[in-house]
């Protein structure tokens, strides 16, 4: 049984151990840091810079904390993360959320290089076939997985399985673009796009919103692109007026998702993935949405553990049955479900925690240890 390390977001002592940032350096203590990360190992601490707008990432004080606990076993780390935007605009997006090499203290790097085109084929599984892994991840021979636990379009549930598995993707490959990266994983299960003419009110946000540009309205009429599009969801997300849906395979999606996350971890030997959920500023969607509403769920703390199944099942467990924070999305919605990002995604989330298992990626079953002393 794995364990899964935690340490509560509620302080109980106004002193800097009682604070996140010192629970995080007691945590990062209690993991004996040495039986994973050699002398000199690059190591990749793999976090989500999040958007220009979408400021509720894990904060550059958290990467900080993880940086210096891999320097103080003589690892050589970075931060990095898989282009989302064009590179040169996602570093500054980075930047602007204050993740640069001052404030971790380690370079800042694209996984998959400036034009995201940078990566390596890799045999995913029945579903993806081969998938584009980022070059920087797959040639790494460790990494910290640093994932903010949030809701998401498809996902219904972003955590570490999501981080390592659209984020360890890249985002195009050179010669078939965004089809055997992360779009391989977005159009699994999903069909196309479909416009409902009546409900639609030419808000426009639609097009707005569409990072390729498929969405254009001449005359009042929707045109789109379908073969452009990687069925990211984004603008079924943000249509006000339920005009927009496109059918899907949600469980298909689920499977897909711990495959990606399976041909990842497995360009790595075991024993070199650590993984770190912060269950903080829990917001309705991803990190790469352009803005970040308010937290629907109050903050639960910091879970480690070297097992990604585990420390999801632990994360999945911790949010149930939890109450949904007022004046958030969640006041749309007259009672109070026992599950607020399944009610929020209607996505059966929690499959792509099973598949995982399935995949032999780790046990749903675990020992938490909470962090008493601080
Ligand atoms: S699903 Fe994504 S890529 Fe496709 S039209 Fe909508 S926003 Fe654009
Ligand atoms: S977001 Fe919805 S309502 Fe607005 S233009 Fe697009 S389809 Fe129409």
């Known amino acids: 049984m794995s364990k899964v390390y935690f340490a509560p977001a509620r302080i109980k002592k106004w002193k800097y151990a009682d604070s996140m940032p010192g629970k995080l350096e007691k945590l990062l203590n209690e993991i004996n840091l040495l039986s994973f990360f050699e002398?000199?190992?690059w190591t990749a601490v793999k976090t989500h810079?999040?958007?220009?707008?979408a400021h509720r990432i894990v904060r550059p004080?958290?990467?900080r904390k993880v940086v210096d606990a891999l320097k103080g076993?003589?690892?050589k780390p970075f931060v990095t993360d898989t282009v989302r935007i064009k590179g040169l605009d996602y570093l500054e997006v980075a930047n602007q959320n204050g993740i640069n090499?001052?404030?971790v203290g380690a370079p800042v790097v694209l996984a998959d290089g400036l034009y995201g085109n940078d990566n390596i084929m890799v045999r995913a599984g029945d579903i993806l076939g081969e998938i584009a892994i980022a070059s920087v991840i797959h040639d790494v021979p460790a990494m910290f997985v640093c994932s903010h636990v949030k809701g998401h379009i498809q996902a219904g549930y972003g955590g570490a399985i999501k981080n390592v598995a659209m984020g360890g993707i890249s985002s195009s490959h050179r010669k078939c673009g965004w089809k055997c990266g992360r779009g391989a994983l977005h159009t699994i299960g999903e069909g196309k796009l479909i416009w409902d003419e009546a409900k639609c009110e030419l808000c426009y946000q639609c097009e707005e919103i569409c990072p390729l540009e498929c969405i254009k309205f001449e005359n009042e009429l929707f045109a789109y692109s379908e073969d452009k599009c990687w069925r990211c969801g984004r603008c079924t997300r943000v249509c006000p007026a339920g005009a927009l849906a496109m059918p899907g395979d949600d469980e298909r999606f689920m499977h897909a998702l711990a495959e990606a996350a399976k041909a990842?971890?497995?360009t790595f030997q075991p024993g070199k993935i650590i993984y770190i959920n912060f269950l903080t500023e829990i917001q309705p969607e991803c990190d790469c949405m352009p803005s970040a509403d308010v937290p629907v769920i109050q903050d639960q703390g910091i879970?480690?553990?070297d097992d990604i199944v585990s420390i999801e099942q632990a994360t999945v467990d911790m949010l149930s049955n939890k109450k949904p924070l007022p004046q958030s999305a969640m006041d749309e919605y007259q009672s109070e479900p026992d599950d607020i990002l399944f009610c929020l995604s209607r996505k059966p989330y929690k499959l792509q925690i099973d598949a995982a298992e399935r995949l032999g990626l780790g046990s749903k079953q675990y020992k938490l240890v909470e962090?008493?002393?601080f």
């Open 39 to 41: 002398k000199d190992e």
């Open 49 to 53: 810079f999040g958007s220009e707008g």
């Open 61 to 63: 004080i958290f990467l």
């Open 73 to 75: 076993v003589s690892a």
């Open 101 to 103: 090499h001052l404030s």
């Open 264 to 266: 990842v971890i497995g």
């Open 303 to 305: 879970l480690v553990s």
């Open 371 to 373: 962090i008493q002393e």
